[in-house]
């Protein structure tokens, strides 16, 4: 699949904003095999003084914007051409919980894709016993690792309501995973910290995903989402397979990555610092257009 995808966010401040500095990673990012970016262009306004592009350790795209000048408002708009193959699923050459402890004890590498960077807790996840426990319900009776994976990514489909008005961006998995409510980055973030915690390697995937209005339904303009979804490390046959928990599906040719991380603060749309005071006004716009 051919799409073309159009991103808008934007920020009103309550009050002038004297400087600033931000990391931005909204621009997809090519993955051998699986996605290839032919075109993509990120822009601001104002325009900012300072930018420079460079790949993360996990090689996301990001670009560090600074500003000198007064300003109340910024807008970052992203228009990239995305090709995503169709892949269709493979067979399960998963190993074991048993025998991926001795692959992954196996391997020595530690670059960005080693599973040895997704096991122990991060930033934003923790591993909580309460949770561990639940996966660890979910599981019994799978004999792979792909298995156990598809079984929790529709495990929390069914025992979670995705709400909107729930959580927040800082909402924790312990309290999403109480509550039972919360959104994609809520469910990726708990699907993580109980793979993790029985020893499965697992890391935090944004980016775009795809939406089809109801039939009949004209497609709405900005109705697409950045989306957040999980992979997991199932042995060195398979290596990565990626699981869309809010929707119950492997991720597929709607999926558009922007990066990949071990959780939500290795590859978070925007972060920063400022001097202002008071409060500012979000938006935030997708449009993700099939061209074939």
Request: glycine share 8%; hydrophobic share 45%.
């Amino acid at each position: 699949m051919l799409y073309d995808v159009r991103l808008e966010m934007s920020y009103d401040y309550d009050a002038t904003v004297h400087g600033g500095r931000h990391l931005v990673r909204v621009a997809p990012i090519s993955i051998p095999g699986v996605q290839r970016v032919v075109a993509s262009s990120l822009t601001f306004s104002p325009r900012p003084e300072r930018i420079n592009t460079f790949n993360d350790f996990f090689g996301n795209l990001a670009t560090e914007i600074s500003y000198v000048d007064p300003h109340d408002s910024l807008v970052i708009r992203l228009t990239a051409r995305v090709q995503i193959e169709n892949l269709l699923p493979a067979a399960d050459l998963s190993p074991s919980i048993a025998q991926l402890r001795q692959e992954i004890a196996s391997i020595w590498s530690v670059d960005a894709n080693s599973p040895h960077h997704f096991l122990a807790a991060s930033p934003r996840v923790a591993l909580e016993p309460a949770i561990t426990d639940y996966v660890g319900e979910v599981i019994v009776g799978t004999a792979s690792i792909l298995e156990a994976a598809k079984a929790v990514c529709l495990a929390i489909h069914r025992d979670f309501a995705y709400d909107t008005k729930a959580t927040n961006v800082a909402t924790d998995p312990a309290e999403a995973f109480v509550l039972r409510k919360g959104v994609c980055q809520d469910f990726a973030h708990i699907m993580i910290a109980g793979l993790r915690g029985l020893g499965i390697p697992a890391g935090y995937v944004s980016g775009f995903l795809r939406t089809s209005p109801p039939p009949g339904k004209p497609r709405l303009e900005g109705a697409d989402a950045m989306h957040a979804w999980v992979r997991a490390w199932c042995g060195k046959d398979m290596g990565w397979v990626e699981f869309d928990p809010t929707n119950a599906i492997l991720a597929g040719a709607d999926h558009i990555a922007i990066g990949h991380g071990r959780d939500y603060a290795d590859i978070s749309p925007i972060v920063g610092v400022l001097k202002t005071h008071g409060s500012h006004e979000t938006k935030q716009s997708v449009d993700v257009l099939p061209l074939q």
